[in-house]
């Protein structure tokens, strides 16, 4: 976006590299309990109600303040931001968690055997790694604040309520606008990348989505007389067919598009046939105009399909492209690279993109960001299992990797104004 960051190297076997590495080790044993427990009480999105009171009195121990983002449209306004202010002229720097668990049964053993931490609710789990995101930022928060005599301008501590749902982001980016921050930066806990490995390649390193959200309509009746029904079950069956075929016929080979078909709902008695089949899924993609593309393929391709049936499709009105994809400004990648190769050599890792998306994408609408991978996978401990399965687990070592690494980030942005 134009803005040009000049800030100083924390050299090899300088203090300042030292100092980062001893406070990250420091605080450590304290983060490993508060991932626990806040993977052991979960709150689904927009039900964060206990998460964020437990992170708004963290904050307030450390002498920061707290500002709420109060709720609109589907957010309940759990979400809100804790500010440190230096008192001393510099940049206002971003940094973030989201807060939100996963509809989710948790198992209690990973890949390995049993996990450290099991959650206590029915059906709610941290199986996307939020518990060690909100870890990692109140581990940097402390190392910070313990060093704010030495440090420049603002830090806003950025807890998103409902990332999973998208609810929080919206009311989140217009309390933000009012900050003016400089820079944001986020990261991600991700399993194909091994326990110390670290990556935050320029440009998209997360994919678009696009919502497929569709209703196949037909006509009910009895089972005994499909003949007098018009069965939206075979239409829906067929539609999903044929778009297999056109996926591989139809769409630019050049370019990679994920169709993920997650939701099938038609009828309720076995001697029913339904009025209507809903179809339900997502769309990845890093081209904007592969996901326009694909969608209007699956609106014309079902249309067509149906009306062959003498179905009819309803299209929800969010059906299409919707969370843009994570796009890192490059000048901050380049400076995520340098932090993780002066604290952590050889960490780093070229040119990594993941599949999934996320709402930290609607930070750049307000300035530079950055978002960085940081690799949980250990057979060891038996982390490694994929994003929202029930088996999901992390080494809890990497969080020393992501705690370093934002805090670095940190104090670069910042600049020291005296030796720490």
């Not at 924390?10 to 080790?25: A, N």
């Not at 709150?43 to 983002?69: A, C, D, M, N, P």
């Not at 492209?321 to 890192?328: A, C, E, L, Q």
Request: proline content about 5%.
């Amino acid at each position: 976006m134009g803005r040009q960051f000049r800030v100083k190297k924390l050299k090899g076997g300088s203090p300042v590299r030292s100092e980062i590495l001893q406070r990250v080790d420091a605080v450590f044993p304290e983060v490993v309990q508060i991932r626990r427990f806040l993977h052991e009480n979960p709150e689904i999105s927009s039900k964060e109600f206990h998460t964020s009171r437990y992170l708004k009195e963290y904050s307030q121990r450390l002498g920061l303040e707290i500002e709420s983002v109060p709720p609109a449209g589907q957010s309940a306004g759990t979400g809100f931001i804790a500010i440190l202010d230096t008192k001393r002229p510099g940049k206002t720097i971003g940094l973030r968690t989201d807060i939100d668990a996963l509809p989710i049964p948790e198992s209690k053993v990973n890949l390995a055997g049993e996990k450290a931490a099991v959650s206590r609710r029915d059906g709610a789990m941290h199986a996307c790694g939020h518990d060690g995101h909100m870890a990692i930022l109140l581990g940097t928060m402390n190392i910070l604040a313990s060093l704010r005599e030495h440090l420049n301008g603002k830090f806003l501590f950025i807890f998103e309520e409902g990332e999973e749902t998208g609810s929080g982001i919206h009311p989140m980016v217009e309390r933000l606008k009012r900050k003016a921050p400089d820079v944001i930066y986020g990261n991600h806990l991700v399993s194909f990348l091994n326990t110390g490995e670290i990556a935050a390649s320029p440009g998209p390193v997360t994919s678009s989505t696009a919502r497929v959200k569709m209703k196949v309509i037909g006509r009910g009746g009895h089972a005994s007389r499909p003949d007098r029904c018009i069965n939206p079950i075979f239409a829906g069956a067929a539609i999903l067919n044929s778009l297999a075929i056109a996926w591989s016929n139809q769409l630019d080979v050049t370019k990679t598009i994920t169709f993920g078909i997650t939701q099938f709902h038609a009828g309720e008695a076995r001697n029913v046939i339904p009025e209507e089949a809903y179809i339900g899924g997502t769309l990845r993609y890093f081209d904007r105009e592969m996901g326009e593309a694909a969608s209007d393929l699956i609106r014309r391709i079902a249309a067509d399909v149906a009306r062959a049936h003498r179905c009819r499709m309803e299209f929800y009105p969010d059906f299409g492209p919707s969370t843009p994809s994570v796009i890192n400004d490059g000048e901050l990648s380049n400076l995520v690279r340098d932090v993780v190769r002066e604290l952590y050599p050889g960490a780093w890792k070229d040119n990594v993109r993941w599949f999934a998306s996320e709402t930290f994408s609607r930070y750049r609408q307000i300035c530079p960001t950055v978002f960085s991978f940081v690799g949980i996978r250990n057979e060891k401990v038996g982390s490694g299992a994929e994003h929202h399965n029930p088996h999901f687990d992390l080494d809890e070592e990497s969080l020393k990797y992501a705690i370093g690494t934002m805090s670095g980030f940190a104090i670069k942005m910042s600049g020291l104004n005296r030796q720490i």
